[in-house]
């Protein structure tokens, strides 16, 4: 964007410079839209795919999504927010559009898939209606349903559903968010009485930032240490009244406004906290641990510690939304950056000619079309995860395993797709410049909502090291008896394993064999297999050599054990997220076999190729250090990406256009068409001037004469 | 942070790994905190040395941002923050606190340096307060100052210092903002009324965004293309009332509010539009382009390119001080994460012992830390900076390439400490958790009012190709008439020039004398020689490969020419960013040199050594591609980075109190030890319990007997 004509005139030399332009050459020509044999992206086709396996539901969302009455309105103070979204919550129940999920015993559908799509589509409206709405029904009800019984779900469920019982799901407090079995609230069982009494025992103890119970909600699943008999039995969940008639907190209920937040003010959070307050022994939600009369306790689950993360599990679907509602709030910042960017002009090549429309400078696709490639990745991922998700939740594949790699596919997709969203909001915003600011034009208002996302249903940092756990200990299990030279073994192995997991998880014996030579002859780096074998290496090799180093820990005192882990925390959760990454590129690539009509393929196949691409160019260190790349080869990822991003540029719009969303949903005035037309006027403005032969001259052309 | 008494007990096998632990023990012991001859921080003199050259006006500023009443208070609405915000200015304009840069003759101190080093402080206050001062000081005041001359000053700064007269500064307009030479708005001279006439010709020429226009501004400097005798000689300012004394627009102007942003509620942006608008001709600040009554033009510059770059360059100091306030933020929202993250627990190493201090987590360390060294390293940096704007302004050093000099150290360093800004308030965001997100902890306000920064007073891309830019320039005037070879050259060059630039630029002249070889012996990492040597090289090397793939560019069509400039763009921001870190990291090692305290300079060694250390990381692939670290040594890097944050660890609560901010300053509940009072009691709580004899017993230990 500096005057180039001024740059070119300044003599540069020939120095030494690598040609890397030369090495990305080899890879084909860079296809030009204006060219008659340019692929055309088929819009509508594409619109179809990504709306996915529940598009109907997504549909029907939207349409609800479009309605004035559903959306944010900017500027409202924070009670005149609440008020709106509680209000926009009885609508929803009304249209019962989010009871999909309940049994159809009780007016729902049993379809878990097509709850979390359209329970998604709401961040569009307005996240604080989205997060609102997955608490009263996603967290409160969903505790109800999940960890209640045929008695709790006749009686309870109903009011839930139809929203005349808002509730609070109390389960984090303000000393534990991430290490949720050690919460500091009990509930004892009092023989005598019949009832179990909630208590909170120190401040640290307080429930905190749990929506719906600052203002509206009337009743709270509460997580307590569960103790009968003078026995802890670990973290269970009891459904506790917490508001009377008159909108008052019960005798014994104490509870503080969280007051103002970063975003999501439609909200109402808030602190709970108990002292000495009774319910019923059948308040216990109690699928996996009863209370009898007498006191005794039992349970199905046997151990104390599965137990407890069978009842955290149920409670997935939050992860699951928002991976889905992240993503789709990364698709409307790109919707509304990239037409933005595709009529915004500012600076011009040569001193007199048309300003340059923004994005076809090389920066500003470079800032905006990888993230775009991201978005559909973190898409394609996600429609994964959701039928992955439906499996198991309609009972269609449900074994403990695919459970367990139900919640890893969680723990792995939401931190990248959360971190994305606000990476991608950010610089959308910026790319529209002070434009951007405005909260008109909807990007630093979303940005300031989905922040939280960040760190709730789970601290991103956390979950991918649950990831990394769960890799190392299906790392440990295919090796255990295996000596050196293990890794030479699995790459021989991966030839007859090839299949992808139905967890998601790729397994580690899958190395692939000697991509190495393939990745240095040329033009391979667009070869799929090579990408694969890539992404697919680094997370192994990552893997197998924290493995290595953690091994003496066995032998350690437990301190120590524990200090020679945390020596391994950060490499451990880049392991994680570059198997995330390795399941987004999975997906990605599976979706293109799955796309009919050949110009978007190619199209979907560049833009495959800018998300896989990218990822390497990202850990390209990893790549050289570890030999897996040369030099050359390594340089010439970056020059090809360069040429990629040249490639998808004129299809850009198509792009953005086929995530679906219509004006009602961007309601970005930058969005509109409105630069455009400022600018034809202008330039009207001055073919007139030019024409009335009024326009001044440039002082400088008269110092010329 | 998962259960690694769990994790241990998973065998791992003894594959194949690069153990990079043993090359990074050649670097010499960790040191202990508790070790007998651990370093001690002198916390005060590290302070006075982070309060720079105007400590004084830094600390008497800071005793103003401390009052309550100049502070911003969370969840006003935007009309309330807009007339608080302007009711603090009034107390400002009463102390006399903004007026240091004004002349003696008019009651100010002609104290440039000062001036912004207190107006920076400001940020800890409310950035509404800050950046509506510097509009009506900083811009609007400054341009009256700088553009204008002794009659302009004597009639029209009285008012305004005093706040009299708020103004606004309508430089950018809807179409125009970082290409500001190609404004629309006119300013015609009419000869016979002696007046000119400010025209707005379409909608794209609306100002916008001003601060001042919505609501309290009565006066604005306007700029506009200047026409006389049918001649446009290019951008100047005009002087023009825009209210009258009962707050209306007077005729002929328009305008509308900007309404909400995304932050920075307490000012009152908007538009302003002029429709034949007739100011005196004596309106024109006329300090570098005059026009007499007869409508003769003159201007003590003769080109009206360097005169349009001399007018704009007096403006710098808006860039100036977003630095330093970006920097100040980044210092606050480490003080608060760091302090939070040296109290907070969460997870247990055992299954029964206490629980971690999250700060003692790898992960935690390497959020946290590396962004403190880079937050120490922009505050020496602004120093220098700063120190080099006051040369300038009051004259000391006033050349015309001190000025080119003090605009590139601008473009180079105001992008990097609001990016980082950004980055920091997220991270250290995240690192507290849900408590981050609550407005009374700070850290979501003060980055959403500091995400502007990134793109006002220049969009930090455009800036940084700017610097760029003068890094060709001075590229090319080096080694015009060299040819092949020329890089050796310099290499040999370097040893007698090796002295840093006043103008903050590094000559590309220094490279240094083969330190690839030092690079990969033992130890050199941590040596500052090698350091600089990586740093100096990347920049140089960048700088001579896109000046080679430039080269043609002189033999080709404009628009060929410019594509092959916009190729390169994404490496020539790149080559920028290099650049400012090169001259961060100078700046940091300098200030080694003046800590006296040994036990301070060793601490901050190590922070100086983590942010050269965090930049070869950053920057691996390239030195790795570029044949300048051996994949052994690159590997040592990140090594060697976690063995830094272990040593400074234990000394991060000292290096974020040296900072100097109070609790009124800081004004977040988790930064005053609330939470270890809250552990306090649940562990008093618990002991007690245990002691009464009353505690319940855990199923797990019931089952094993």
Redesign the interface.
């Known amino acids: 964007?500096?005057d180039?004509?001024q740059?070119?005139?300044?003599?540069?030399?020939?120095?030494?410079?690598?040609a890397d332009?030369d090495t990305a050459a080899d890879m084909g020509p860079i296809g030009s839209a204006d060219a008659p044999d340019a692929p055309v992206v088929n819009v509508g086709a594409l619109s179809r795919q990504l709306l996915g396996t529940w598009a109907e539901a997504r549909l029907a969302a939207r349409e609800l999504t479009a309605r004035p009455e559903m959306q944010r309105i900017?500027?409202l103070?924070?009670d005149e927010h609440r008020t709106r979204v509680f209000g926009q919550l009885k609508i929803l129940a009304a249209e019962g559009q989010v009871h999909r999920a309940f049994p159809r015993t009780l007016g729902g559908f049993d379809d878990h898939g097509g709850n979390i799509a359209g329970f998604e589509e709401l961040v569009t409206a307005d996240p604080s209606l989205q997060i609102k709405s997955g608490v009263q029904w996603g967290l409160f009800g969903a505790a109800v349903l999940h960890l209640g019984t045929a008695k709790h779900h006749d009686e309870l469920l109903p009011p839930i559903m139809d929203l005349r019982v808002p509730g609070a799901f109390a389960m984090?407090e303000?000393?534990?968010?991430?290490?949720v079995a050690?919460i500091?609230t009990t509930a004892?069982y009092d023989t005598e009485a019949g009832e179990f009494v909630l208590h909170t025992?120190?401040?640290?103890?307080c429930k905190?930032?749990l929506g719906n119970a600052a203002k509206d909600g009337v009743a709270a699943v509460v997580f307590a240490?569960l103790?009968s008999q003078?026995?802890?039995?670990?973290v269970h969940a009891f459904y506790v009244p917490i508001r009377g008639a008159d909108g008052a907190l019960l005798p014994g209920i104490g509870g503080e406004d969280?007051?103002?937040?970063?975003?999501l003010n439609g909200i109402d959070n808030g602190r709970l906290h108990f002292t000495n307050v009774r319910v019923p022994r059948t308040n216990l939600l109690n699928r996996y641990g009863d209370v009898a009369a007498d006191g005794t306790?039992s349970s199905p689950i046997?151990s104390?510690?599965r137990r407890f993360f069978t009842m955290l599990g149920t409670l997935v679907q939050g992860r699951v939304s928002l991976d889905g509602a992240a993503t789709a709030a990364s698709a409307l910042a790109l919707t509304i950056a990239i037409r933005y960017g595709s009529e915004r002009r500012?600076?011009t090549?040569?001193s007199d000619?048309d300003?340059e429309v923004i994005l076809?400078?090389?920066?500003h696709q470079?800032?905006l079309l990888p993230r775009l490639a991201t978005t559909y990745a973190h898409t394609f991922a996600h429609d994964e995860f959701l039928v992955k998700f439906d499996a198991v939740f309609s009972g269609a594949a449900d074994t403990d395993e695919d459970r367990q790699d139900l919640e890893t596919l969680a723990a792995a997709l939401k931190p990248l797709s959360t971190w994305h969203a606000?990476d991608t909001l950010?610089e959308a915003?910026?790319a529209c410049?002070?434009a951007?600011?405005?909260?008109?034009n909807r990007?630093?208002?979303l940005?300031?909502d989905l922040?939280?996302y960040?760190?709730?249903e789970g601290?991103?940092?956390?979950l991918l090291?649950?990831v990394?756990?769960r890799l190392?200990?299906d790392?440990?299990?295919s090796?255990?008896k295996?000596?050196?030279g293990?890794?030479a073994r699995s790459a021989v192995r991966q030839a007859r394993d090839r299949a992808y997991h139905g967890s998601g998880l790729r397994s580690l014996a899958q190395t692939v064999v000697d991509f190495r030579s393939t990745a240095r002859s040329v033009g391979a780096l667009r070869h799929p297999d090579v990408q694969r074998a890539l992404l697919t290496d680094r997370v192994e090799t990552m893997i197998?050599?924290v493995?290595?180093?953690?091994?003496p820990?066995?032998k350690l005192p437990?301190?120590q054990?524990?200090?020679l882990?945390?020596?391994?925390?950060?490499e451990l959760?880049e392991a994680a997220r570059a198997h995330a990454e390795l399941l987004q590129w999975e997906a990605f690539t599976r979706a293109l076999d799955a796309t009919a009509d050949a110009g978007t393929r190619q199209v979907l196949t560049w833009l495959r190729d800018l998300f896989g691409l990218g990822l390497v160019?990202k850990h390209?260190?990893w790549y050289?250090?570890?030999?897996r790349l040369s030099?050359q080869r390594?340089?010439a990822v970056t020059a090809y990406i360069?040429r990629l991003n040249a490639r998808i540029r004129p299809h850009a719009l198509d792009l953005v256009t086929a995530f679906g969303y219509s004006p009602e949903h961007l309601r970005a005035p930058i969005a509109t068409g409105i630069e455009r037309e400022?600018?034809n006027?202008?330039r009207d403005?001055n073919r007139n001037l030019r024409a009335s032969g009024t326009a001044?001259?440039?002082?400088?052309s008269?110092?010329k004469r």
């Open positions: 964007m500096v180039t004509a740059l070119f005139s300044t003599e540069v030399t020939d120095a030494v410079a690598e332009v900017e500027g103070s924070m984090t303000i000393g534990h968010g991430s290490d050690r500091g004892t025992p120190f401040r640290a103890a905190d930032y240490q103790i003078g026995v802890s039995h670990g969280d007051g103002l937040k970063g975003g306790y046997a104390p510690g500012q600076f090549a040569g000619s300003e076809d400078y090389q920066r470079r800032r606000l950010q915003r910026e410049g002070g951007g600011f405005m909260a008109a990007l630093v208002g940005r300031a922040d939280i960040a760190t709730f601290d991103n940092n956390v090291q649950l990394a756990k190392l200990t790392y440990s299990r090796f255990a295996a000596g050196f293990v890794l197998a050599e493995a290595a180093k953690l091994r820990a066995t437990t301190k054990a524990a200090d882990f945390n020596s391994q925390q950060n959760i160019e390209l260190a050289l250090i570890h030999g030099a390594a340089q360069d400022r600018q006027e202008a403005y001044p001259v440039a002082e400088k008269t110092t």
